[in-house]
């Protein structure tokens, strides 16, 4: 029997300027500030699974390389998602 998740309510603290930019989203899309926060929750947790596959499809291709230009250029590329720019 399948069975469908009821959302669930938190309460969350926002630094002021980071509230007033929900809120001018908000008014933007016409929608809550809620909605908008659950969307950029929702969005960052996708963008930071993608950022995992990424890595570790880098970090496969690194472990079968045999070409001394490519290991480096993967390895520059993982210290980039690793370390930042």
Same mark, same amino acid.
Do not use: N, Y
């Given at each position: 029997?399948?069975?469908? !998740?009821?959302?669930? #309510? !938190?309460?969350?603290?926002? *630094?002021?300027?980071?509230?007033?930019? /929900?809120?001018?989203?908000?008014?933007?899309?016409?929608?809550?500030?809620?909605?908008?926060? *659950?969307?950029? /929750?929702?969005? @960052?947790?996708?963008? !930071?699974?993608?950022?995992? #596959? !990424?890595?570790?499809?880098? *970090?496969?291709?690194?472990?079968?390389?045999?070409?001394?230009?490519?290991?480096?250029?993967?390895?520059?590329?993982? *210290?980039?998602?690793?370390? @930042?720019?």
């Amino acid at each position: 029997m399948a069975t469908t !998740q009821r959302p669930l #309510r !938190q309460s969350v603290s926002l *630094a002021p300027r980071v509230a007033r930019r /929900v809120r001018v989203l908000a008014k933007a899309k016409r929608t809550s500030a809620s909605r908008v926060i *659950a969307e950029l /929750v929702e969005s @960052g947790l996708e963008a !930071q699974e993608h950022e995992r #596959r !990424q890595f570790l499809d880098l *970090a496969d291709r690194l472990t079968r390389s045999t070409d001394p230009a490519e290991r480096k250029r993967l390895k520059e590329e993982l *210290a980039r998602i690793t370390f @930042g720019s």
